[in-house]
C-alpha cells in the first residue's frame, strides 16, 4: 500500500512546488507560459483522479472487511423485455381534398347578381353568381329565328322537288332541273343542321353565365361584388374558394434519407395542438420522386371529419419507421460513456452481498426517455436506476427502501 501511496503523494508534492514557483515568477510569465502551466496542471489532476479511482477500485475488491455500513445506497428497477417503436417527428398542414377555385366556363363577365356569402355552406351544382347574359340572350333568339326561316325554306325546296320528280316521272322537264331541285333540298338539310348546332352553342353560352359550385363545401373566400367583372382570378387572389371539409389530409415533405423507410401504409400518428385531437392513420400517398431543390419527397396522410379542423392548421406528425414487439429498452439517462463505449451498472447478489456490475451494452434506437437496448443485459437483471453515477465495479450496494 506504501508503495501505492507514494507516486501520489510525489505527485501532490509537485503540483504545489509548481504551484509555489509559478507564484513567485507569476509577473515576469508571459500568457503564453501561464496558459502552458494550467494545461500541465490540469494533466496531473486527471492523472491523479485516475489513480484515486484505481485505488478505491482496487481497495473496494481486496477489503473483506467492509460492511453494509459503508455499501452504496442505490436504486434499481428490474429490467423486462416490452413493445418498443421509433418515430420520424416533422410538421405538416391540414389542406383538403376537394378545393375548388371557382372560374366562369365561358370566359369574364359582369357580375348582375351573386347568391353567397363569405362563409356559407354550399352544396354541389347550386347557383353562386349571375353574369350579365342579355347579348347572349338576342343571339339564342337570332339564332331561333335563322332556324324557323331555314325550316319554311326547306319544306319550300321539299314541295318543289316532289313535283319536279313528279313531271319527270311524266317525261316532262329536265333531268338538270330534278337534281337542281334535289341538290336545294339536301343544300338546306345541312344549313339546318349546322343551325341547329348553332343554337345550342347559343344555349350553352347562356347556361354558363351561371356560376356553379363543382364541389360541395364552405365558401372560404368571396372577393368579387355586383358590377364588378367576374374571371375566377384577381391577381393573385381566387374571387371565389370552396372547400369541402369532409375530406381533409395531412400533407408534409420527408427528406430523402427515409424514402426507404416510410411507405404507402406506413403508421402515423397525427397531433392538432391548437385543437388538442390526436388521430392514428397511415400514409395514403407517398410520392415516387425527390424534389431537386429541398431533396424531399412528399406523403399525403388521411384524417377523418372534425368541425373544428380548417384548412393550413400546423399539424405535428409523428411516423413509425421502427418497432419491435419484444426489445430490451431502458431509461436514457442510466446509460454512461466511456472509451471502451456505451455502459450501464446492475445489482447482482454475491453470497449475502449486493455489488455492482458494469456492463458494456450495444444501443439501437431512441424514443423519448427511453433507448434500445441490442446486448449487454437481459430481463430480469436489475438495473441501477438511481444513485448509478458515482459508483465503481465491485462496489458493496444496499437498495433504497421501496
Known amino acids: 500500500m506504501k508503495k501505492i501511496l507514494l507516486p501520489l503523494l510525489l505527485s501532490t508534492s509537485s503540483i504545489f512546488l509548481f504551484t509555489s514557483c509559478g507564484s513567485n515568477s507569476e509577473k515576469n510569465n508571459s500568457l503564453v507560459d501561464k496558459k502552458t502551466a494550467l494545461e500541465k496542471l490540469k494533466s496531473q489532476q486527471n492523472t491523479l483522479a485516475d489513480q484515486i479511482k484505481l485505488l478505491e477500485t482496487e481497495i473496494a475488491k481486496s477489503d473483506t472487511s467492509a460492511s453494509n455500513s459503508v455499501a452504496k445506497l442505490v436504486g434499481v428497477s ?38 353567397i356569402k363569405k362563409g356559407d355552406l354550399v352544396k354541389k351544382g347550386q347557383l353562386l353568381i349571375k353574369l350579365d347574359d342579355a347579348v347572349l340572350k338576342q343571339s339564342v333568339f337570332a339564332a331561333n329565328k335563322s332556324l324557323e326561316t331555314l325550316k319554311i325554306q326547306l319544306s319550300f325546296a321539299k314541295d318543289l322537288y316532289q313535283r319536279q320528280n313528279n313531271l319527270w316521272k311524266e317525261g316532262i322537264g329536265t333531268e338538270v332541273q330534278l337534281i337542281s331541285a334535289k341538290n336545294n333540298v339536301q343544300s338546306l338539310e345541312r344549313q339546318l343542321t349546322a343551325s341547329e348546332e348553332q343554337i345550342k352553342v347559343a344555349e350553352e353560352q347562356l347556361k354558363a353565365t351561371n356560376v356553379i359550385a363543382d364541389v360541395a363545401g364552405v365558401v372560404d373566400e368571396l372577393n368579387v361584388r355586383v358590377g364588378e367583372i367576374f374571371a375566377g382570378i384577381a391577381g393573385i387572389v381566387p374571387q371565389i374558394k370552396i372547400v369541402n371539409t ?14 426507404s423507410k416510410i411507405k ?39 384524417i377523418p371529419y372534425d368541425a373544428n379542423i380548417r384548412p393550413n392548421q400546423l399539424a405535428q406528425i409523428k411516423f413509425l419507421d421502427y418497432e419491435a414487439a419484444s426489445a430490451i429498452a431502458i431509461n436514457i439517462n442510466t446509460v454512461q460513456t466511456d472509451e471502451k463505449g456505451k455502459y450501464i451498472y446492475i445489482a447482482v447478489p454475491e453470497g449475502n452481498k449486493l455489488v455492482a456490475r458494469k456492463k458494456i451494452i450495444v444501443v439501437g434506437e431512441v424514443n423519448g426517455q427511453q433507448i434500445e437496448v441490442k446486448s449487454g443485459i437481459n430481463a430480469g437483471d436489475q438495473l441501477i436506476t438511481e444513485g448509478y453515477q458515482n459508483i465503481y465495479e465491485g462496489q458493496l450496494l444496499t437498495l433504497l427502501a421501496k
Not at 398542414?93 to 371557382?102: A, E, G, K, L, R
Not at 369532409?246 to 424514402?259: D, L, Q, R
Not at 391548437?274 to 396522410?301: H, L, M, P, Q, Y
Request: aromatic share 8%; net charge positive.
Open 264 to 302: 404507402q401504409g406506413s403508421k402515423v400518428i397525427i397531433n392538432l395542438p391548437d385543437i388538442n385531437k390526436v388521430f392514428n392513420s397511415s400514409v395514403a400517398t407517398a410520392g415516387k420522386s425527390i424534389n431537386a431543390n429541398n431533396r424531399s419527397f412528399e406523403v399525403e396522410v388521411k
Open 78 to 115: 428490474t429490467v423486462t423485455a416490452q413493445y418498443f417503436a421509433h418515430y420520424i417527428e416533422l410538421q405538416g398542414n391540414v389542406t383538403s381534398d376537394n378545393i375548388s377555385y371557382v372560374s366562369p366556363r365561358m370566359g369574364p363577365g359582369q357580375v348582375r347578381a351573386l347568391f
Open 246 to 259: 369532409a375530406a381533409m389530409k395531412v400533407t408534409t415533405e420527408i427528406p430523402e434519407n427515409y424514402s
